[in-house]
Each structure stands twice: as structure tokens, then as C-alpha cells.
């Protein structure tokens, strides 16, 4: 069975649905769950307290405030920073995502053989509700162009549902650069680009409804950021030897990691 599993919730301004998301998951998935980092970026609402009394109830919970330059890239590398030494498994996941929880069973069944598993909504299966025509336009336009100049054939790897093996996200954390959410453009390419085995299981996708809060997601903020990772990419593609050099870590010697 896979234990060992630590689950990283980037939350700024996610009050309830934190409250409803920890249970559902504590209450699946409590055998195989190490811990549960919640990073808090100085909320304005109740999140950071709504953290604490959850924590109350379920010890695995680990908070982490922020309190600086919000930023839901650097509030997923404060989560990694902050990973318990015994973590063999981490999976990637947002606080609004209260109707993939059953997902989560799928991809602790694929990971078996693969360094890392993403959750598609692109791929056979997967399904998209309400998602903005003009994220949808941007997201496919990347995913397209990176099939098209780089060969990478994943149908969805910008969506902030994954799970890696921590092995791998050991090796990813010293060249992750976003500080917005074009980290999730990182953490989903950089593995392929460089040759790890990723793997893909069908996921839905609804877009938040306005009980669950606002959407920090503004598409013109970040574009350019995604345009950066699209140039890194490249370069890495040009460059093979140069992301199994930064990406080379000090506790390990190869690249992609050995099971
Ligand atoms: N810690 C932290 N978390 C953030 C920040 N911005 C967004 N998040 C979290 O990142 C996750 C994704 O943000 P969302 O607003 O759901 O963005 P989205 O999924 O692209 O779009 P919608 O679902 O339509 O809102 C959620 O768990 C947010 O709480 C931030 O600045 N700091
Ligand atoms: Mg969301």
C-alpha cells in the first residue's frame, strides 16, 4: 500500500472550502497520508484560523504562513521546503477541487511503474464544466505549441493535480522559478523534458462557483510568466544536458531518479 503521502494545498483566501475539503480527504485516504501541508498566503479571511481548528481534529495537518509577496508559485515551493524528511510521495492539489477527491484513489493506483502521475482533463475521460473560453484558448494554445516545437505529447500538464514521487520533486524544487501559478507549467514539464515517466489519468474540472470563493487566476498577470516557462523550454529541449544539471540535487546523482 502507498504510504508515506504528502499532500500540498496552496490557500489564499479559502476559507470554507478548506473546511470542506480536509475532511473528505483525511477521511479517504487517512491510511496512506503522512501529512498535509495547507500554505496560507496572508489570507484576509479566515483561512489561516479556519487552519488551526481544523488542525485540532486532524494532527496530520502542517500549516505554513506566508506573509510576504503572495504568490501561489512560491507558496507550492514553501510547501516542498517544508516536507516531512520520511515523505516518499507528494501529490499537488487545490484548495477547490472538492469534487476530485475520488480522483485522488486513480492516481495512487497509476503510480505504481511511473515517476510521477498528472491528472488530464484533456485526455479521454476527463472533462472540463464552465472552464473560461479564454483560459481554455491559452491552455490548449500552450499544450499545442509545446506537442508542435518541443514534442511533448502530454495532453495536460499545467493543471495543479499531480503526484510524484518525492525523489523527483527533490530533484524539481531547485529549478522552479515561477513565483505564480506558471509553477504548475514547471512542475508538469520539466520532468518529461527531462525524461522522467509520467504518467496521466483522466480528470473533471468545474469551475468554482461563487459560494466557493473568487478565482485568483488572472490570465493577463500571468501570461507572460507562461511565455518565460515556454522559452525555458525550449532551451532545455536545445539543451538536453542542461536540465540534468540543474536539475542534479545533492542527495542524488542521476537524473531521471532510480527506483
Ligand atoms: N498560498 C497561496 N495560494 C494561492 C494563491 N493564489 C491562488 N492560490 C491557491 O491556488 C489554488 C488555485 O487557485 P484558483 O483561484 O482556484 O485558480 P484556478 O483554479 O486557476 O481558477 P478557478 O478555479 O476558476 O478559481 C487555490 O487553492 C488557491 O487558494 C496565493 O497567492 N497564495
Ligand atoms: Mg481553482
Redesign the pocket.
Known amino acids: 500500500m502507498l504510504k508515506n503521502l504528502s499532500i500540498i ?6 476559507e470554507n ?1 478548506l473546511a470542506r475539503i480536509i475532511p473528505l480527504i483525511v477521511k479517504k485516504y487517512h491510511q496512506h497520508i503522512l501529512e498535509i501541508i495547507v ?3 496572508n489570507s484576509t479571511d479566515g483561512t489561516y484560523l479556519s487552519a488551526w481548528e481544523l488542525k485540532k481534529q486532524y494532527k496530520k495537518i502542517k500549516i505554513v504562513r ?1 506573509i510576504r509577496n ?3 508559485g ?2 507550492i515551493k514553501e510547501g516542498i521546503k517544508n516536507l516531512s524528511p520520511k515523505s516518499e510521495y507528494v501529490l499537488f492539489m ?3 477541487f472538492l469534487a476530485n477527491v475520488p480522483d485522488i484513489a486513480n492516481f495512487i493506483k497509476k503510480i505504481d511503474g511511473f515517476d510521477g502521475v498528472t491528472g488530464s482533463r484533456f485526455m479521454t475521460r476527463g472533462s472540463l464544466k464552465n472552464y ?1 473560453f479564454i ?1 481554455l484558448i491559452a491552455n490548449r494554445s500552450f499544450h499545442f505549441l509545446s506537442q508542435l516545437i518541443i514534442g511533448i505529447p502530454h495532453s495536460d500538464l499545467t493543471n ?1 493535480f499531480k503526484l510524484y514521487r518525492k525523489n523527483l520533486v527533490d530533484k524539481l524544487y531547485p529549478i522552479l522559478r515561477s513565483p505564480n ?1 506558471a509553477i504548475n507549467a514547471e512542475l508538469g514539464y520539466y520532468p518529461v523534458i527531462a525524461g522522467a515517466s509520467i504518467g496521466q489519468i483522466p480528470v473533471s474540472w468545474k ?2 462557483t461563487r459560494l466557493m470563493g ?4 488572472k490570465i493577463f498577470r500571468v501570461g507572460p510568466s507562461y511565455f518565460l516557462v515556454f522559452l525555458r523550454l525550449i532551451g532545455m529541449r536545445l539543451q538536453p544536458a542542461r536540465i540534468r544539471t540543474i536539475a542534479a540535487h545533492p542527495k542524488s546523482d542521476s537524473f531521471p531518479p532510480k527506483r
Open positions: 494545498i496552496p490557500a489564499r483566501n479559502e472550502n500554505v496560507d498566503d506566508r503572495p504568490g501561489v512560491l507558496a487545490d484548495c477547490d473560461p483560459k495543479n501559478f469551475e468554482r473568487l478565482s485568483k487566476f
